[in-house]
């Protein structure tokens, strides 16, 4: 029978020792539950420690009992680092509303800002990934790639006050390092020239340095690519090569006026 043959299959890849995949609704809703204690609990005032010490300990065991391996240890690991990313995530939203005329409050930067859910993820799966849960934090990654439009691995390394503004369509790759009070937004992509694989183990991805601003649609590539401390880089630039300090770089559009003389080329019109 079809499906005989097919539990034979699945029995067979067990015994050659396929990881168990980690339950994607319970990581979401670790997701929710982390960011709903560290934002959601403390804006409405909570101060009763007992209460909060046993949130703090039922998170520590669902993270524990979703990671797919030394679950305890790791989770142990990653909630002894949450003071510090709770602190770095703070400052990421307090960059977002200095930065943005739209931002009036930092709850409503909290509470709707994509760039900055993103941001709290990255940070969460980044800190799982340099504990060796790369599973783990690849979920995660890709988690916050499915619901903001906005792809970050894990493995990148970002610093502080760092501010996603839109966000949509944004892709940060694996060996990106970004400085501190850098802000990036919708459309931009810091990527790699070389997808080999023969190239794994070596930086693909830019460097930007400190308080870099990268606009709409900007494409940044290559490892040996680094963006000077204040530089600005404007949308729809696409940048291959490194740019010292305080650069301005930007695509210059030209305006041409109609007249009755024939267009030297013909127009060509994609709908």
């Known amino acids: 029978m079809t499906n005989e043959r097919l539990i034979d299959k699945l029995c067979a890849a067990a015994q050659r020792g396929f990881r168990t995949l980690p339950d994607k609704e319970r990581g979401r809703r670790f997701l929710d539950d982390l960011f709903g204690f560290l934002f959601a609990c403390t804006s409405a005032g909570a101060t009763d420690r007992p209460a909060l010490q046993s949130r703090v300990d039922g998170l520590r065991n669902d993270l524990a009992h979703w990671l797919p ?18 602190d770095a995530l703070l400052e990421d939203a307090a960059a977002i509303l200095e930065s943005d005329p739209a931002a009036r409050s930092l709850e409503e930067v909290l509470a709707t800002y994509p760039g900055f859910f993103a941001t709290f993820v990255h940070r969460v799966a980044h800190q799982l990934w340099v504990q060796g ?28 006050a760092f501010a996603i503004d839109h966000g949509t369509g944004i892709v940060i790759g694996e060996t990106t390092v970004i400085g501190d009070g850098v802000k990036i937004y919708q459309g931009v992509t810091l990527g790699a020239l070389n997808v ?14 400190d308080g870099v601003v990268i606009y709409a649609g900007a494409t940044i590539l290559g490892g040996a690519t680094l963006v000077g401390a204040g530089s600005i880089i404007g949308g729809n630039v696409w940048l291959t090569y490194s740019i010292p300090p305080n ?19 013909p127009l060509n019109f994609v709908i």
């Open 133 to 160: 849960c790369t599973l783990g934090a690849r979920f995660f990654s890709e988690h916050a790639h499915s619901r903001t439009g906005i792809d970050i691995h894990p493995a990148a390394r970002i610093g502080r």
């Open 196 to 209: 080999s694989k023969d190239a794994a183990s070596a930086q693909r991805h830019p460097t930007i340095g």
């Open 247 to 265: 650069s301005v770089v930007y695509h210059k559009s030209e305006v041409h006026i109609k007249s009755n003389d024939p267009f030297p080329e």
């Open 69 to 86: 391996e030394d679950g305890a240890v790791h989770a142990a690991h990653f909630f002894e680092a949450l003071p510090a990313i709770y």
